[in-house]
């Protein structure tokens, strides 16, 4: 029983040390996300102005980081698509976008409140609170309501 003990005590630092180190591991497979801070901004096929545009980004587009190279971003947009996007046109203020055909945007978190407009696949939505499954959400000409965040993909 003793010398039970004794190898159980032995591997007591090494198990600490694991744990103290679960947060850390955690935050290097936290999703980072970024949006699009200019009007329209190029996503590119490599990391720099010698790469083709593939397509064109509006305002508030938001876009998984998946690596960085210098001042560039790969990133990875709500329909899995790929490219690469100049650092800084992008920003922190967090927006989603409706990855369904049709969405009801609602004044109240909960599907018996009123619908106040309707949002459309591709649409993009600053982010403004979240509450339990529920986002609030302004559109660009600034009606604000509620749409359940299984219908939005984002941040």
Excluded: C
Excluded at 27 to 56: I, Y
Excluded at 129 to 144: N, P, T
């Amino acid at each position: 029983m003793i010398h039970a003990l004794r190898r159980s005590a032995r591997r007591l630092p090494a198990f600490l040390v694991l744990i103290a180190l679960l947060p850390v591991a955690s935050q290097a497979h936290a999703q980072r996300m970024v949006s699009v801070t200019g009007k329209e901004v190029n996503l590119r096929s490599g990391p720099g102005t010698q790469h083709p545009a593939d397509w064109t980004l509006s305002q508030g587009y938001p876009l998984e980081v998946i690596r960085s190279q210098g001042d560039w971003l790969e990133v990875r947009d709500f329909e899995n698509d790929k490219g690469w996007i100049y650092r800084p046109l992008t920003g922190n203020t967090p927006h989603h976008v409706v990855k369904v055909k049709d969405a009801n945007l609602r004044s109240e978190p909960t599907t018996r409140s009123r619908i106040i407009g309707r949002l459309a696949y591709g649409d993009i939505l600053r982010t403004l609170e979240r509450r339990s499954d529920w986002v609030k959400v302004q559109r660009k000409g600034g009606l604000r309501g509620w749409v359940a965040q299984r219908l939005l993909w984002g941040w």
